[in-house]
């Protein structure tokens, strides 16, 4: 262990002694201080201690947001084990992939999402079922076990891992991005500053766990020595109720679930009084409805990526609107051309970064982290331009790197052309991101089918649907003869999209 290391075991720690009575967190019934936190993770470790989990080893989790999965954050932390957090609305073939790549040593699964494993090779790998009864699967209620004041934490240095969360599907499989203890920290302190968080700050706990942004504001909370309100799933009436009747004043936000709130508070009356930080993506309508219906709370822009630890550049919207506010403190945000060359203020081009903040790398990509971090900078893959002021002002990814964000969810097109691809009517494909007044984007498929073949868009959509995540099958599809093509004869994807981004 490093004399300067601080991990998140040492920040639970610390809770429980300067905030020991105050709440940690509550899930339904259950109200949890920080000092019970505390000894919750060490009992939990204790038993993943038993179960044989060692320093590096991976804990797979597949559940939705609830106090076993911030049980399981410290506790890994405790030991020194690697979270990898499931998005549990992933196709069984998805999960399978992301199991088949971190090869956990437990796997844990809440009853009804058990299907996901269907098809996941976790023989020789010990399984859990989340605090539920599952026929054949032990509980995690089981690894809660007595432990002394001895237990100590793992002797680790906060470089090491503590999650690895999937993305960047840049050639059809997402990637693991390895986040440090030190890295994600570092993030939640500058973000606890930034927005003021204090003991009496309750972060109502929406957005998922399996994400970056849900977990950096439970961080950023616990920085605090806040508390939060665990909510399973966004539903507008049970965060409203997190809000008006438990003291909910920080939250996260994505398409869309403001603008569902909102209804749901016009519809009762209320003012969303408690409520004094939003941080994420939302319309302009929906942003203008916030700032008339809560004058006395702020929407907060943000540009970060789960290879940054969450938010690396931070400002109140109406501070810069339309910009993703300024790079956070002890961090460097620089614009860069194709061959690397740092950019003056105003220009457009890569955005760079470099800092605690920045991931591990990618999980066993040797290859994809050399590319990552060459030149002693993260590329990110994003455009965007720093303006006179020092504001970073986001243009969408780099041509290499698209992704769409439906709903706040990353959608990469490769991996939607890779399961059009497997329907033997399509000879092509190119998808990308159009605008949706609901979702703030759509995924749209231009498709060309093979010679003598048709096919229905809805049969289409539901065949890619069966294969990846449905928040990423295609809303829109159009067929054509032919795509249009370079001289070489490769898909020309500017063109496509340029001819059919209506």
């Not at 051309?337 to 081009?349: Q, Y």
Request: one cysteine or more; a negative charge; charged letters at 20%.
């Amino acid at each position: 262990m490093s004399l300067r290391s601080f991990t998140l075991a040492d920040r639970i720690e610390a809770n429980a002694r300067l905030h020991s009575e105050r709440m940690a967190y509550r899930d339904g019934a259950l109200r949890v201080t920080h000092a019970q936190y505390a000894s919750r993770v060490r009992s939990l470790a204790a038993g993943l201690s038993g179960a044989g989990v060692c320093p590096g080893d991976r804990i797979a989790v597949i559940a939705h947001n609830s106090a076993l999965y911030l049980d399981l954050l410290g506790a890994a932390a405790w030991l020194g084990a690697i979270v990898v957090p499931v998005n549990w609305r992933l196709s069984a073939d998805e999960v399978a992939h992301v199991v088949a790549d971190t090869a956990p040593r437990i796997v844990v699964a809440a009853p009804d999402l058990r299907a996901q494993l269907q098809t996941a090779d976790i023989g020789g790998m010990q399984t859990f079922s989340a605090g539920a009864e599952a026929p054949g699967w032990p509980t995690t209620d089981d690894l809660y076990v007595e432990v002394g004041t001895r237990f100590a934490p793992a002797a680790i240095d906060d470089e090491a891992g503590l999650l690895i969360v999937h993305t960047a599907a840049i050639g059809g499989r997402p990637r693991g991005a390895v986040l440090s203890h030190r890295g994600l920290l570092e993030g939640a302190a500058r973000s606890a500053r930034a927005w003021g968080l204090t003991c009496e700050d309750v972060h109502v706990g929406v957005l998922p766990l399996f994400h970056i942004a849900g977990i950096a504001m439970w961080l950023a909370t616990q920085a605090g020595g806040g508390s939060t309100f665990v909510l399973p799933r966004f539903d507008p009436k049970a965060v409203l109720g997190a809000i008006d009747h438990e003291g909910g004043s920080l939250m996260g936000s994505f398409p869309p679930m403001l603008s569902g709130l909102l209804d749901a508070a016009a519809a009762q009356g209320s003012g969303l009084k408690a409520l004094r930080v939003v941080s994420g993506i939302e319309s302009p309508e929906t942003l203008a409805r916030f700032a008339s219906t809560c004058p006395h709370a702020r929407f907060w822009s943000a540009y970060g990526q789960t290879e940054t630890s969450g938010s690396i550049s931070m400002a109140p919207l109406a501070e810069r609107p339309g910009s993703a506010g300024r790079p956070v403190d002890g961090h460097v945000v620089a614009i860069a051309d194709d061959a690397g060359v740092l950019l003056p203020a105003g220009s457009a081009g890569e955005i760079l970064v470099r800092g605690p903040m920045v991931f591990r790398g990618y999980w066993q990509r040797d290859a994809d982290n050399a590319l990552t971090f060459r030149d002693g900078w993260h590329h990110t893959g994003d455009m965007g331009r720093l303006d006179a002021d020092g504001y970073l002002w986001y243009l969408g990814r780099s041509p290499a790197k698209e992704l769409i964000k439906p709903g706040g969810e990353n959608v990469y097109p490769a991996e939607v052309e890779r399961a059009l691809g497997e329907h033997p009517a399509i000879a092509g494909a190119v998808v990308f991101g159009v605008a949706d007044p609901q979702w703030g984007e759509a995924v749209k498929a231009v498709c060309e089918l093979k010679s003598g073949v048709s096919i229905q868009a809805d049969e289409l959509i539901e065949f890619v649907g069966q294969r990846i995540a449905r928040y990423k099958k295609p809303k829109h599809v159009v067929f054509v003869d032919r795509l249009a093509r370079s001289a070489d004869g490769a898909v020309d994807r500017a063109a496509v999209k340029a001819a059919h981004a209506g």
